[in-house]
């Protein structure tokens, strides 16, 4: 299977989330349970479930962006029926609660499909076949049992982040919340390399890679103290010195991955080797030209407003995309 050609992969993210911590490293053991609150944008996030979702899951969720805008409608042309997939984003389907923060109709939502070993691909894995697929429906599950939250003012709203359900040929036909398509249609968003994040090896490198990427613009410079980044990483806030301790060393060595990377330079503030350094210098470099490839308004429709027939070329023109990285530090 071959991937579409795509300098560096660039995916649109939310820059929401990486202030939630949603996602972080989460270990091998019982995961701990989702309860996280943010400000953002004029309104108050507030994100639950069962599990925190770990680095794989935050993979799996790029690559279902991805996987979005590439597909245009094309799941939708080939499933009569979303309807049911899409009533089960909402705790209450019969209210539509989203709609109160849309006031011309129900938010529109885009869907894909797709295999597993496609996914397991994208996601770089190495495992195959079985133990694969049953991986990628777990972190599927996990991501689809997250309700967010939001209130603005006396208007407030509930859906899931997204839902998913088995598809022909055993795959996935998946369906997004309003707010992850619109990052993808209009809204705000931040470029995130899928590329660079697959050339990192530890989950603790990709989890910086990606706050990282929120909060720096290309070309640009940031400093930050090792304690300031353990939070992109680790959602606890108080913990032994001890692990205190083993965690800095973990981040250096992170920020030696990421500094590996051609887009990326990581210098310390006082000179000394990164293995042993408090604060750092962070650069993001220039992407090669073309970024994230053509606009969204240079090519069929991606999303619809479920149930109504698929959208053509012209029918609504998106609002402008911005990318608003380190807007957020």
Not at 56 to 64: A, D, S
Not at 94 to 121: I, K, M, N, W
Request: aromatic share 6%; proline share 7%.
């Amino acid at each position: 299977m071959t991937l579409p050609v795509r300098d560096k992969r660039i995916v649109r993210y939310d820059p929401m989330l990486p202030s939630t911590g949603l996602f972080g490293s989460v270990g091998n053991g019982n995961r701990p349970k989702l309860d996280v609150k943010c400000a953002f944008g004029g309104v108050v996030w507030r994100l639950r479930g069962p599990d925190r979702l770990g680095i794989p899951e935050q993979t799996l969720l790029l690559v279902l962006l991805e996987l979005a805008e590439e597909q245009y409608g094309q799941a939708q042309q080939k499933i009569d029926d979303w309807a049911p997939i899409e009533t089960a984003l909402y705790r209450e389907p019969d209210a539509h609660p989203l709609t109160a923060f849309h006031r011309q109709g129900p938010p529109a939502l885009a869907t894909l499909c797709v295999s597993y070993a496609e996914l397991a691909q994208r996601c770089g894995r190495t495992a195959e076949g079985g133990s694969a697929a049953k991986q990628i429906r777990r972190e599927l599950m996990r991501m689809s049992e997250v309700t967010i939250w939001a209130v603005m003012g006396n208007q407030e709203f509930s859906s899931r982040l997204l839902h998913w359900r088995l598809g022909d040929g055993h795959g996935a036909q998946v369906i997004l919340n309003a707010r992850l398509t619109e990052i993808l249609i209009g809204r705000q968003y931040s470029p995130v390399s899928l590329q660079e994040r697959l050339d990192l090896k530890s989950d603790i490198a990709r989890a910086l890679h990606c706050a990282l990427s929120v909060r720096i613009r290309q070309k640009k410079t940031m400093c930050f103290k090792l304690d300031t980044l353990a939070p992109y990483v680790w959602c606890e806030p108080d913990v032994a010195d001890a692990t205190v301790r083993r965690r800095r060393q973990q981040l250096r060595a992170a920020l030696c991955e990421l500094d590996g990377l051609r887009g990326w330079s990581v210098r310390t503030r006082s000179g000394e080797p990164l293995e042993r350094a408090d604060s750092v210098r962070i650069c993001r470099k220039a992407t090669t030209p073309g970024g994230p490839g053509p606009a969204l308004s240079q090519r069929k429709p991606t999303v619809q407003q479920l149930p109504k027939p698929v959208a053509k070329p012209g029918d609504k023109k998106p609002q402008t995309i911005a990318d608003v990285s380190s807007l957020f530090a």
